[in-house]
Structures are given as structure tokens and as C-alpha cells.
């Protein structure tokens, strides 16, 4: 069974970074691309990152490249976040997603087919 914890989130000021975590088990890890998503209050789930199987490429929605980075680490069976420059705008709650049948770079949600519970992000002005 395939099970994705996210950690890491919390209260952070404006300006402030956070690096979030995604524990990852009974998948083969090192042969999944992996994604980042998150979901706004009153809003829908949206795209932020995506990391093909060996971290070698990344994609990130547009408006997030500059602040946002994702990596992995095969070994230990670790997605992670690094979340720079923190605006209320990113206030959400944010998801770790493993692809259904890819190793390649995924954009969109129904390219996923395991989630985990998500974490929240909050940030305050």
C-alpha cells in the first residue's frame, strides 16, 4: 500500500521560507516522478512543482520558479519543497502526489495517482 506523509508546514511571516517534506513507502520510489500541489481556501487544487524519477528535471507553475524548489533524495524516499520569499498568496494547503505510471515530469493532477494527506502553509503579512 502506497503512503505519502507530508511534514513541515506551519505558521510563517511574509518573506519567510519553509521547506516541506514528503515521506514516501510502498512505491518504488526511485522510479516515479513526484509532484507538489496545493489548495487555497475557496479555491482548486492547483499545480506548483514536478520532479521527473531521477531529479535530474523540474517543472514549476510559472509564477513560482523564481521562490519555489523541489528535489528528492531516491535513497532515503524523500520528496522536498523549499518554499523562499513566503506571500500570503501561498497560504494553502499542500500535497505530495506520486505519478501513476510515469517517470517524467507531470503537470497535471490526473497524471497522479497516489496523494498524501497534505500540509498547511500559512502565511501572515
Known amino acids: 500500500q502506497v503512503h505519502l506523509v507530508e511534514s513541515g508546514g506551519g505558521l510563517v511571516q511574509a518573506g519567510g521560507s519553509l521547506r516541506l517534506s514528503c515521506a514516501a513507502s510502498?512505491?518504488?520510489?526511485?522510479?516515479?516522478?513526484m509532484g507538489w500541489f496545493r489548495q487555497a481556501p475557496g479555491k482548486e487544487r492547483e499545480f506548483v512543482a514536478t520532479?521527473?524519477?531521477?531529479?535530474?528535471?523540474?517543472q514549476y507553475q510559472d509564477s513560482l520558479e523564481d521562490r519555489f524548489t523541489v528535489s528528492r533524495d531516491n535513497f532515503k524516499k524523500m520528496l522536498y519543497l523549499q518554499m523562499d520569499i513566503l506571500n500570503t498568496e501561498d497560504t494553502a494547503v499542500y500535497y505530495c502526489?506520486?505519478?501513476?505510471?510515469?517517470?517524467?515530469?507531470?503537470?497535471?493532477?490526473?497524471?497522479?495517482?497516489?496523494w498524501g494527506q497534505g500540509t498547511q502553509v500559512t502565511v501572515s503579512s
Open positions: 502526489a506520486a505519478a501513476a505510471n510515469s517517470r517524467d515530469t507531470a503537470t497535471r493532477q490526473n497524471q497522479y495517482g497516489y
Open positions: 510502498g512505491l518504488t520510489f526511485g522510479n516515479t516522478a
Open positions: 520532479i521527473n524519477w531521477s531529479g535530474s528535471l523540474s
